[in-house]
């Protein structure tokens, strides 16, 4: 993996959105802003809480009441020290906004915590064409996975609608600190690995349980009566 060390040109040419600033889009983004990513965008509709402060580490207590995506991007300026350009996004993702904020990026990290958000944005970077990343954390565990589209199976492919996926926001189950620290840095790697051409990580399903202290990696088969991706063409991954 020498190759995430050395190749920096690669990077400062790349152009990636977070959407969702809360743990998960902490850690990913403050991965990306230090490796030197050309661009980044960070997209979060809401404003900091006391109560988010144990888990997302961009945001202090005099930020309580502020924009995330503004905050956010503030403290990544000061903190990261890097070329990125970084941007605030205060919006909700919907299918108006999605081609502006998605549609021309080399990579897409989901890092929200709801459902709906989740699925829209896989069905969006499916049909943009573009790679997106995959987060998720629940009690004490996560998932994460790379998805390259036409090469690589998709959200709808790996999880079924009545899957546990669907109940995993962090509002009905609380979520732990160092789990969503684990999982949103293996969001970086895995947004790295591809920014950089490393394109065999994906379409795996990296699972960790913290009472485990285990990740276990599944390989996940594309579905060919997927109603999101089944009807796009197949490329290399
Ligand atoms: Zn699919």
New binding site residues.
Partial sequence: LSVLSTDSSHLARARATVVGMGALGCRVSSALARAGVGELTLVDFDRVELSNLQRQPLYRPDCVGLPKAIVAAEALRKEAASTTAISGAEERLDGANAKRLLGDRDVVIDATDDPATKLLLNHEC?RAGVPLVHGGVVRTGGVAMAIVPGAT?????TFAPESTFADDGCAAFGILAPVAGVVGSIQGFLALSLLLGARRVAGRLYAYELRATRWRTMRVP??PN?T???TIGTCAA
Avoid: S, W
């Fill in positions: 499916i199976a998709c959200l709808a492919c594309r579905d997927c999101v991706c089944g």
